[in-house]
């Protein structure tokens, strides 16, 4: 059973075929696979491979020709849930899901990037797997001024999806900075490497719509799993 907030199991399909055409795992013009033989690949039912077939089709990412099969339209910003994910597995693309771990309203943590105006924010703590493999914690922190509380149940499996449909909230732009750091000491026992171990970690600052600084994070990362891909267009 899917967790609460998480994204239709079609949706996650179309978002994970975005993610191997942006990672050129599926190229311009290329043929797919007969829609029965690609959702036993996928382990999924085909009423649902074709509901994702038709979200990609109607954000111009697919072209079905009746008689012939389905091709794939590569497109240079292809609209996503997960556009400012990062990450990537070793051999490219990966669906990404999120366990949240705990939500919490804190005075913030004084070794974050300056954002916001609150003096408290929203603590987010994640699990990160792409396509089934943990890959990443992240520690994300939204400013106290743009809900009083969160829940647990509130979150989908892509923050962003929920600042937008929940809080109005677009995350416009955001900058991230790649640098070293250790394992945090509440990182779960699936996250590996063990607690304390130099991994690579991401510093990113976020903008919403009106040019605020909305939230700032850290994301710890197993570069024996994953990779911080960005594509220069």
């Known amino acids: 059973m899917s967790q609460p907030g998480s994204l239709p199991l079609y949706q996650q399909i179309s978002e994970l075929l975005i993610r191997d055409v942006s990672a050129g795992r599926l190229i311009d013009g290329e043929k797919l696979p007969p829609e029965r033989e690609m959702a036993q690949e996928l382990g999924i039912a085909v ?3 074709r509901a994702a077939l038709k979200e ?3 954000r111009g990412m ?3 020709v009746q008689g012939s099969g389905n091709y794939i339209r590569a497109k240079a910003d292809p609209e996503s849930v997960y556009a400012l994910f990062r990450l990537e597995l070793t051999t490219g693309g990966g669906l990404p899901t999120a ?3 705990s939500v919490d309203r804190l005075p913030k943590d004084p070794a974050l990037p300056d954002f916001g105006p609150s003096a408290e924010g929203h603590r987010i703590r994640r699990l990160r797997s792409l396509s089934g493999q943990v890959a990443a914690v ?3 922190w939204l400013d106290g001024d743009y809900v009083p509380a969160i829940a647990v149940s509130d979150l989908s499996e892509s923050l962003y999806l929920y600042y937008r449909t929940r809080l109005g909230l677009w995350i416009a732009r955001a900058e991230d900075r790649v640098s070293q750091g250790a394992v945090p000491d509440w990182a779960p026992a699936a996250f590996r ?3 304390g171990t130099p991994v690579p970690r991401i ?3 976020s903008w919403a719509q009106d040019g605020a600084r909305a939230e700032a994070s850290w994301t710890w990362y197993d570069p024996e ?3 911080y891909v960005s594509r220069l267009k």
């Open 47 to 49: 009423g649902t491979l």
């Open 56 to 58: 990609l089709a109607a």
């Open 62 to 64: 697919l072209v079905r």
């Open 99 to 101: 366990k949240v771990l």
């Open 138 to 140: 992240e520690e994300i």
């Open 193 to 195: 490497p063990a607690v």
């Open 203 to 205: 510093t990113r600052v």
């Open 225 to 227: 799993k994953v990779h």
